[in-house]
């Protein structure tokens, strides 16, 4: 069973993840490189030197 205000929550959790992830491709281009990686210590994305992914 549900509380009632999560339909709510879901639908707007589900709408701020696909804004993210839509920053994400458009600055980053996340979707088309074959890998990257992620230094914990430096907080950050770290991308081959190959190219991005065909």
């Not at 549900?2 to 993840?17: F, G, H, K, V």
């Not at 210590?41 to 992914?53: C, D, M, Q, Y």
Request: proline letters at 6%.
């Amino acid at each position: 069973m549900q509380p009632d205000w999560y339909p709510a929550w879901s639908d707007e959790a589900i709408e701020q993840l696909k804004a993210k992830n839509d920053r994400l491709e458009k600055e980053l281009q996340l979707g088309h490189w074959s890998r990257y990686d992620y230094d914990i210590e430096t907080r950050r994305l770290l991308f081959p030197t190959a190219e991005k992914s065909k």
